[in-house]
């Protein structure tokens, strides 16, 4: 586990400190990073989207978003507080493959990620989840039902990704607050407790 989470539980034992944690939000292209980051923040997120033009065309697949005009090209930013002593900044990654180079930037320092997926497209999700298994950060998949119509059932999706039984996979909506706030939620009480429980088996 990362020093971020010991910093982060260590923080937390004093009640009378502010804590401030890093997440990251991921997932493939058009999962609804940008707008997730965008719905649960509380300051104006800080958005780097460039609007997709014709030379996209056969690179990036808008099938499942047509309505998708701009794409991330280095992160998104924003802002928001669990409770009175937590607050948490969250760092979007973009999706398209030829800017995940940034990846291993954005995630530093991190506690944990949300990968989002969308279960009409799955498969872009492998390589987002691969990535978090790989450097050991605490993840969570949260389903991004675009169409309020959850395709594949969790064990479905669990299986499809091959993700641990462990790993929380969460129903959300990326354009609702209160959906993204629980995500969040889940997050970072799944993050602490694989810190304890790393901590407990003498692994740091
Ligand atoms: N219906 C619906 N549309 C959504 C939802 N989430 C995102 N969208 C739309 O889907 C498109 C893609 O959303 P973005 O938030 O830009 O996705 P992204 O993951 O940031 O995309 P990249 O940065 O290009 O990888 C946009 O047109 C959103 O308005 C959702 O939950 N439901
Ligand atoms: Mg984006």
């Not at 479905?156 to 995500?183: F, G, H, M, Y």
């Amino acid at each position: 586990m990362s020093n971020p989470a010991r910093q982060l539980a260590q923080q937390q034992s004093d009640s009378s400190t502010m804590t401030s944690a890093k997440i990251v939000v991921a997932g493939g292209f058009g999962a609804g990073k940008t707008t997730f980051v965008g719905s649960v923040s509380e300051i104006v997120p800080l958005t780097t989207e460039a609007m997709m033009t014709d030379a996209s065309t056969g690179i990036d697949d808008l099938a499942a978003t047509p309505d998708k005009q701009a794409t991330t090209v280095a992160m998104d930013f924003g802002r928001v507080s669990l409770d009175e002593d937590l607050i948490l900044y969250l760092f979007g990654t973009p999706g398209q493959q030829r800017f995940w180079f940034m990846w291993d930037d954005l995630v530093r320092g991190a506690i944990g990620a949300v990968v989002l997926a969308d279960t009409r497209r799955l498969a872009d999700s492998f390589a987002p989840v691969d990535f978090f298994e790989d450097r050991g950060l605490p993840y969570v998949v949260g389903l991004n039902t675009f169409d309020g119509v959850l395709r594949h059932e969790v064990d479905d999706v669990r299986e499809a990704l091959s993700v641990e039984p462990t790993v929380p996979i969460i129903r959300c909506d990326a354009r609702d607050r209160e959906s993204t706030k629980q995500s969040l939620i889940t997050l970072v009480e799944y993050a602490m407790k694989q810190w304890v429980a790393m901590n407990e088996s003498g692994h740091r």
